[in-house]
């Protein structure tokens, strides 16, 4: 069955909604599914696979998230118990465990199940939007792809077009009647035993850490650095200065940009010390003699496989590890070189170092921290979702619930799945 | 089932214009009568047109000459018909730029090339969908077995338990102590695991054992120790006894096969073993319980540091470079510096544990109250490493542990001495409140030694925070050690498999049983058997129920496709399974040695004996096997091999040469997809056809292409090697060994070995793939057409 048809004829008892469609999502629903549980997998963007899809690699191992992504999407091809809708956003969740009454809301996409994915309507179109997959730092066409391996593969119109000629220049070019610019929202009312939140989370905004520069262009964050890296990021995958496109010999990786910080953001965001060390190789396949300095508090390789990666790291001599939190980030207007302040933490003495960019190691906020969920559901100060185990009923799963890898993620969505099937187990 | 093909060819999406439709209609054999074009065929009246005729015609096997089946799928989902997707879309017209200056003088202007290549895809599909049988789900004789077998008595076995229960099944743990609970319960407080993650709790252990002791759903035996694993998910038949003591089921130690051989292990006595003969890892015991799944959570135990010169360097970083001359290793205590084994009150962090645990904080020198207490995070010696199998949990209990110094005595002081202090996530919060306590002195520094000095210690470091080279005189000093994965050392699984007793190549993983897939943390080279806790990575308590559960899911979830007929990941809900044509089995045994899940054992023979709940459905067997005796319904020597003969290969047009790639369906054939998608060319002298995994080629699909007249073959699949990508763990590196054996048999055959080549691709290098196969075509332009050509 087709998004539509689901939509037309939902499932209505016994099953688990899941919110959110990025890894720690699809796998609750995908281990709830394999059990035999029905699942409603509800995803607000256009396409499944959230931050994950944007990164070149996981750490340690150096491996494309896009691998593991196309295994899931097919176990949900394979599985006729899940069923999942994009653009779809729950608007209110109400009842108790084992019984919730919930509604989504199914955004239009304005293009239906006819497309075909040809890509006509994007030739047609004219106007270009920025690109919030690759962080705005390129644009897409007003009728576009998520990105080359989107589930589902199917082409989006942006609102911003609606009512231009670009939109009529669509509507023409399809051949295949897939764009329909009438398309309203529509309301979805599911019953469902229990709900997980896989919210995820969204990077720390830099330009709020006023010190670390990100109003210069030769500032990025860590996911930026994720997108210039990535073979199908703005710049297919290489690495340059974002001001003039130049190649990079001296390149500064500032850590903890916002965690472990009282103004910004207490805890510690788990991922970015590995992401650091793994963007590093990222600029050493690329650039065999670049000067790569990290500064840091603690590199916070949490297990063996971490440290033996952290280790190999080390090994690199032009890998500078510095140990000390950064004061400053400077540019030079001329050059639009970038200097990076800090203190060394141990001897007190102040270290310059100028480069051809930086990036910042921005932590995770959850994207619970400022948008309230549906629900009686419960945030701790710092806007993790708190799981009440012990009624049940409503759980919070990955970077919703903590800071977490994505190999914790997993292990804890696998876990909530069950936890979910035992509210209705019991029921 | 007699099979009634219906063709449909698609016009839209460019196939329209940049193919003669009607010519290629044409090379639909004559025998298949139903052979339709429509303009759109993923229109409503597209697929309408498909139902029709399998209502009215009896059409039961489609074949759909349109995009790539890795899209529209659910559009083209005529379950449980036979669907077979013809990729004319992804694979020929978008990734096939047309030549303009050879494009016919008359008639359709299309690219001679790129019609051939349309042809051909739709010959293959309709010789394939031929050779496809439907698919029945394997139901074993015997009824799936719910049960779930715990091994291990800890947080974590009992949590697990108690997951499994509450979702409704029985759970049976087994622990070798006299009482389950295991080192939690020697623990004095527990790190915080909520906001504000400031105070140490009381430990969870105690009413996590009162609740598992309470459910009538589980069963504790202490004192036990699993002997023999027998069968497979589902039907497990599992043997136990006492502790330490012998059992005539214990499984037999697996005898090394010598380098080279390939032999597998054989316990000895075992060739004339009888099926009774425990000797024999195939005897059952009568008196063996049943499990459908297993759950292993035996831990972790103690690095031990005085062992670290045995096993010198991996977490060591550089060890001094003089006591390699000096002496040998063995004798060389690393930690000499810190005054380990010589000092009595230098203890390691487990034995502080336990004697804060059971009450004061003495020093085991003199029995007197400790009132001042270092902890050392980091051996130093050049290196910011910790010690050999720490984690953020050792940061977390020298955290901790600094906090009960305190708590005994106002008056006492702890100093923590580390390189890097690792409290992930909101831990931070932790960390934040115990540099608060002005008792507790945390600093980044170099620890050089550790000293009796008179009846108290001495510890100098260097490069801290409190000056440059400092001297601490404490009463006592904890050494941060790590947790050993006890599956290091010891199978303890005891299974009852020709490949061995416990999980493979866990030197992979420094002894855990780690999956090696980030996305998928609890895939298993065991089926049926899950690992959670601290045998799957160093874990706190609280993560160690978060991982049981999950654990506990996995298990149910076998279970239940095990009963459904289908397999679990990565190819889940498939209900295909080998099926083995024994009576031409030469007993080779090279399925069952090379099989990466341990599906198969043999008997005495050597004959395969299969357990279709272990199997993953990858297809390596069928790959393996030189009789080609082994086949799925839908996947078979058959149905590959009709593909590869339906290839039309020109005789004498030198420019023509052909080219066959087996390209893994995993991430090589979405590579490929992409490459469509992006417009990106390739070569058009390339027939490719996807496979489950490299490891399910046969040999006999390359000897199909060759005698064909094929020019070269091309095998494209993940990456091999320590970081392997391969969901099937060995089969593209399964491929890779032979296909180098297979450049031997070519030599034999005065064929270049050249023309035979595999490479290794991750998905997201789909623009790699044009260059990589135009240097494949290249090195066969330069050995030239196949001799046999035309024979």
Redesign the interface.
């Known amino acids: ?2 998004e539509e048809q689901r939509a037309e004829d939902p499932i209505k008892t016994g099953s688990i909604l899941v919110v959110g469609g990025g ?1 720690s999502g699809l ?1 609750a629903a ?3 599914a ?3 549980y029905e699942v409603f997998l509800v995803e607000k963007e256009p396409s499944l696979g959230g931050r994950v899809a944007q990164l ?1 690699y ?1 750490f340690p ?12 999407f ?2 949900i ?3 006729p118990k899940i069923h999942y809708f994009t653009l779809a956003e729950v608007q209110s969740v109400s009842g108790s465990p084992g019984s919730y009454d919930v509604t989504v809301k199914l955004n239009p996409r304005y293009v239906n ?2 497309c ?3 890509g006509e309507c994007e030739k047609a179109c004219m106007a270009k939007i920025p690109n919030a997959f690759n962080f705005d730092m390129d644009s897409t066409k007003g009728a576009y792809l998520p990105h ?2 989107a589930f589902p ?1 199917r082409y989006v119109i942006s609102p911003k077009i609606l009512g231009t000629d670009d939109a009529k220049r669509c509507v023409e070019a399809c ?3 897939a764009i329909d610019l009438e398309m309203q929202p529509k309301t979805m009312n599911l019953k469902v035993g229990a709900v997980i939140f896989a919210t995820g989370w969204k990077p720390y905004d830099a330009s709020k850490i006023d010190n670390l520069g990100f109003q210069y262009r030769n500032v990025v964050t860590n996911m930026m650095m994720e997108r210039l890296a ?3 990021g703005p710049t ?1 995958g290489k690495i340059s200065r974002p001001s003039d496109n130049m190649g990079i010999s001296r390149i500064a990786f500032v850590q903890c940009a916002g965690s ?1 910080d009282e103004n910004h953001l ?5 991922i970015c010390c590995m992401a650091s060390l793994k963007q590093a190789t990222y600029v050493r396949e690329q650039y065999p003699e670049a000067q790569i300095y990290i500064f840091y508090i ?8 971490y ?2 990666f952290y ?1 190999k790291i ?1 090994e690199d001599e032009n890998i500078f590890l510095i ?1 000390g939190k950064v004061a400053e980030v400077q540019e030079d207007p001329s050059s639009r070189n970038i200097t990076v302040v800090a203190e060394n ?3 007190g003495e102040k270290i310059q170092e100028t480069v051809d960019m930086a990036v910042l190691a921005t932590g995770m906020v959850p994207t619970t921290a400022d948008t309230k969920l549906p629900g009686d559901v419960r945030c ?3 806007g ?1 979702v ?1 799981s009440d185990l012990a009624q049940g009923g409503v759980f919070a799963t990955g970077c919703a619930a ?3 890898d ?3 993620s ?10 979910a ?2 509210t209705l ?2 029921r | 089932m007699e099979k009634k093909l219906g063709v449909y060819i698609c016009k839209g999406c460019g196939l329209g214009e940049a193919l003669d439709i009607e010519k290629l209609e044409k090379k639909v054999p004559p025998k298949v009568k139903i052979r339709k074009v429509h303009p759109i065929l993923c229109s409503p009246e597209g697929v309408d047109l498909i139902k029709n005729d399998m209502e009215n015609e009896g059409v039961n096997t489609v074949v759909i000459a349109a995009c790539s089946r890795r899209v529209l799928w659910d559009v083209f989902d005529f379950r449980p018909a036979i669907t077979e997707r013809v990729n004319l879309r992804e694979g020929v017209v978008w990734s096939h730029k047309p030549r303009e200056d050879a494009m016919p003088e008359e008639g359709p202007q299309v690219d001679e090339w790129i019609q051939e290549m349309a042809q051909d895809y739709l010959r293959m599909g309709i010789a394939g969908a031929e050779k496809i049988e439907p698919t029945e789900p394997y139901k074993p004789e015997e009824e799936i077995n719910k049960r779930i077998m715990v091994m291990g008595g800890g947080v974590t076995g009992l949590s697990a338990a108690l997951e499994v229960a509450k979702a409704g099944h029985e759970a049976v743990v087994i622990e070798k102590e006299t009482k389950v609970g295991g080192f939690a319960t020697k623990m004095r407080k527990q790190t915080p695991w909520a906001y504000p993650y400031e105070d140490l709790q009381e430990p969870v252990i105690e009413q996590i054992v009162k609740e598992a002791e309470a459910n009538p759903k589980i069963t504790i035996r202490t004192e036990t120790e699993v002997a023999r694993v027998f069968g497979a998910p589902g039907l497990y038949d599992v043997s136990f006894k006492a502790p330490g003591t012998e059992s005539k089921w214990d499984i037999p130690a697996p005898v090394e096969a010598a380098e080279g051989a390939e032999a597998p292990p054989q316990p000895p006595g075992a060739d004339e073993a009888t099926p009774d003969n425990p000797a024999n890892i195939l005897a059952k015991d009568p008196e063996a319980e049943r499990f459908g799944a297993i759950i292993l959570a035996t831990g972790w135990k103690p690095y031990e540091l005085k062992k670290e010169a045995e096993e010198p360097a991996e977490a060591e970083g550089e060890a001094p470079k003089e006591a390699e001359g000096e002496a040998p290793k063995e004798e060389e205590p690393t930690y000499e510096h810190l005054g380990f084994g010589a000092i009595p009150d230098v203890v390691t962090n487990v034995a502080f544990e336990e004697m804060a645990g059971q009450g004061k904080i003495l020093r085991l020198s003199d029995g007197k109250p400790a009132g001042s207490v270092a902890f050392v995070q980091c051996p130093g010696q050049g290196s910011d490493a910790d010690f050999p199998y720490a984690s953020s949990i050792t940061s977390m209990v020298a955290l901790k542990q600094a906090k009960y110094v305190r708590e005994d005595n106002p008056d006492a002081k702890a100093y923590i001495f580390y390189q890097h202090m690792r409290t992930l996530g909101q831990n931070e919060y932790f960390y934040k409140s115990i540099q608060q306590d002005e008792g507790i002195f945390l600093t980044k520094g170099d620890v050089v030694s550790v000293s009796q000095n008179g009846d108290g210690l001495v510890l100098e470091a260097n490069d801290t925070l409190l000056g440059e080279n400092i001297k601490v005189a404490v009463d006592m000093v904890v050494l941060g050690t790590g947790m050993v994965p006890v599956t290091r050392d010891d199978p303890i699984l005891n299974l009852a498999y020709r490949q061995g007793p416990g999980f493979k190549d866990l030197d992979l993983f420094d002894g855990y049983a780690d999956s090696n897939f980030i996305c998928f943390p609890y895939e298993t080279r065991r089926t049926g058997i899950y690992v959670a806790g601290c045998v799957h990575r160093a874990l706190g308590i609280q993560e160690c129920r978060e991982d049981a559960t999950g654990a506990a899911l996995k298990a149910i979830q076998c279970l239940e496709s095990a009963n459904r007929g289908v397999a679990v990941h990565p190819r889940s809900w498939d209900m295909t399974f080998p099926d083995f044509f024994f009576q031409r089995c030469t007993q080779c045994k090279r399925c069952t040695e090379e099989c990466p899940f341990g599906a198969l054992d043999d008997d005495e023979k050597g004959t395969p004996l299969t357990n279709p709940t272990r199997c993953r459905r990858c297809g390596i067997c069928m790959g393996a096997c030189p009789e080609r005796i082994v086949n799925f319904s839908d996947y078979s020597i058959d149905s590959i091999g009709s593909m590869v003969k339906a290839i039309d290969v020109p005789e004498d047009d030198e420019e023509k040469l052909r080219v066959l790639i087996l390209a893994c369906e995993n991430d090589a054939y979405p590579a490929l997809d992409i490459c469509g998608l992006n417009r990106l060319s390739y070569n058009a002298h390339v027939r490719i056809i996807p496979v489950r995994c490299l490891g399910s080629v046969n040999v006999v699909w390359i000897k199909d292409a060759l005698s064909k007249g094929m020019d070269g073959i091309l095998m494209v699949g993940c990456k091999f090697g320590d970081d392997y990508q391969c969901h099937f763990i060995k089969g593209s590196e399964l491929a890779d060994i032979r296909m180098d054996k297979i450049g031997e048999a070519l030599v034999s055959l005065a064929l270049e070995k050249e023309r035979v080549q595999q490479i290794q691709i991750a998905i997201d290098e789909y623009d790699k793939l044009p260059g990589m196969i135009a240097e494949f075509m290249e090195v066969i332009h330069g050995v030239g057409p196949n001799p046999f050509k035309g024979f």
């Open positions: 069955m087709t890894i796998t995908l281990e709830a394999e059990v035999g070149r996981y191992k150096l491996c494309p998230p896009t691998c593991g992504l196309e295994i899931n097919r176990r091809k394979e599985n199940e006819k075909t994915c040809c080359e391996m593969m051949q295949y009647d990535a073979p199908n297919s472990r207490p805890y510690c965001s788990y603690d590199i916070r390789a949490p297990g063996q496989r440290e033996k280790k080390k140990k933490a141990v001897t701790d100060p710092d993790f708190v903590k800071p977490l994505v190999t914790s997993n292990q804890h969505a696998t876990g909530v799945a069950l936890k099937i035992q187990v019991s």
